[in-house]
């Protein structure tokens, strides 16, 4: 696939999030152009790290898109090889440099037909600096339901130091798992970054840490019950270290009841603990600090999902507990209705209450998003999809209707627009535009083969 002078305009916006902790939040990739064959650009760690993530591509860390100037983009099989290679650049955006992307992927089958084996390479230059990365990975049957899944990978990059060694520039990540659906499933694993591992083009959630978890569930089926179709209890314990003071920079552990309906709904109860070691203070929301320490907290979840081929339903997430040195109770309602085979009602509300009494601190965080689908016929829809987000005080509107006039041949019209819910910013207290941005695109696409 090649793309020239190429813009993203009628990828619908993403879900908004709100960071409880002071690590990087993940955002999936949305651009059909990324997500078509992507599984074979799958690299990915514990702790959910990857050594490739396509949002690095065009787009600012604030998510402002870039101009993306072009590309390739080849995936396939070459005999007994998976291949996938991508090619991007994007163009100067005032203080944000051009910049070239590079990614090559390759996997084939070893030992039989389902172990594989293979490497990936990515390279980024911008800016008057280039980074390098390199992973090797294999997933090795070894027993008819037990597999050793072993991933390695390095980086190079210009800010390096000089004298840096391999083991700081380098990830190891080692699992051993069994995987079935009925009985005991389990995995164990553990991972170590180094302090200078960076791949540019990858997403990393922590630096220099090490890590060992345990997950497992025990499947069982309940085939003679009139509504439950299978119960599996589980467990897991995260435990991840930093590298530098050896000390447990976090813990999570937990054990649960999950239940499947045999009409396609379910749910879980979940107690949880956590232990945290927070070396730098960090903000949460709007007026809440967590001071650097050690805490010990946990909290109990309980959800409930609805059959997903209900015409209305309702899920519910529902938590409480304490959190740090506070207490903190979270519930998230996700509504949906099928008003006919040709319109569909859906949303989700998010209200998460944080209390520190000790340090007079306190937070009401709200996330409300309503979606709206609609489809015609097969050849013309529409989507609108609406958030608020009571942290950064933000109502946005994405609304796309499209016409398709054959397979791969579409004319776009989408609007967007962001609204500043505040009245006045502070602290020089000058009236806020209530609108911040808006945008109406009209879009033809057409795609053809050589």
Avoid: C
């Avoid at 050793?148 to 060694?165: F, N, R």
């Avoid at 809440?288 to 320490?293: D, E, S």
């Amino acid at each position: 696939d090649l793309t020239y002078n190429t813009d993203f305009a009628q990828v619908e916006a993403d879900e908004q999030q709100v960071n409880l902790d002071r690590f990087p939040l993940f955002f999936p990739e949305r651009r059909r152009f990324f997500q078509e064959n992507s599984g074979v650009f799958d690299y990915a760690f514990g702790g959910g790290s990857r050594l490739f993530h396509s949002r690095r591509i065009g787009l600012t860390p604030d998510f402002t898109p870039l101009p993306v100037l072009g590309g390739a983009r080849l995936g396939g099989r070459v005999g007994a090889w998976d291949v996938g290679f991508l090619e991007m650049q994007t163009d100067r955006l005032a203080q944000f440099p051009s910049e070239n992307f590079g990614v090559l992927r390759m996997r084939r089958p070893v030992l039989n037909d389902n172990s594989t084996a293979g490497f990936m390479a990515t390279s980024y230059a911008g800016g008057g600096r280039r980074n390098l990365a390199l992973g090797t990975d294999a997933s090795l049957r070894v027993r008819p339901d037990e597999y050793l899944v072993m991933k390695w990978a390095g980086t190079a990059d210009d800010a390096d130091s000089v004298g840096v060694g391999l083991m700081d520039r380098s990830i190891v990540d080692l699992r051993y798992e069994r995987r079935v659906g009925r009985g005991l499933q389990y995995s164990l694993s553990g991972t170590r970054a180094g302090p200078t591992f960076r791949p540019e083009l990858g997403f990393m959630s922590r630096r220099d840490f090490t890590s060992a978890n345990v997950v497992a569930n025990y499947f069982i089926f309940t085939d003679k019950h009139p509504t439950l179709r299978r119960v599996y209890p589980g467990m897991l314990a995260f435990s991840t270290f930093r590298n530098a003071d050896h000390v447990l920079e976090s813990g999570q552990y937990a054990l649960w009841v999950e239940w499947d309906t045999k009409a396609g709904g379910g749910g879980w109860i979940e107690p949880k603990g956590f232990r945290e070691s927070v070396s730098q203070q960090f903000s949460i929301g709007d007026g809440v600090t967590i001071p650097a320490g050690t805490y010990d907290f946990g909290d109990l979840q309980v959800a409930y999902q609805m059959p997903a081929g209900a015409l209305a339903r309702v899920n519910v997430d529902l938590r409480a507990g304490t959190y740090f040195d506070g207490k903190r109770a979270q519930a998230i309602v996700t509504p949906t209705w099928n008003v006919s085979p040709h319109l569909e009602l859906g949303g989700d509300y998010q209200l998460t209450s944080l209390r520190f009494a000790s340090r007079n601190q306190s937070a009401n965080i709200q996330l409300a998003r309503l979606r709206v689908r609609a489809a015609y016929d097969v050849r013309m829809s529409g989507n609108a999809f609406v958030q608020y987000n009571s942290t950064s005080h933000s109502l946005d509107a994405n609304v796309r209707l499209r016409y398709a006039f054959a397979e791969g041949t579409d004319l776009w019209l989408v609007y967007n627009e962001g609204l500043d819910t505040r009245q006045v910013r502070e602290p020089l207290g000058e009236q806020s535009p209530l609108s911040l941005s808006r945008s109406f695109i009209v879009k033809y696409s057409h795609t053809f083969g050589l």
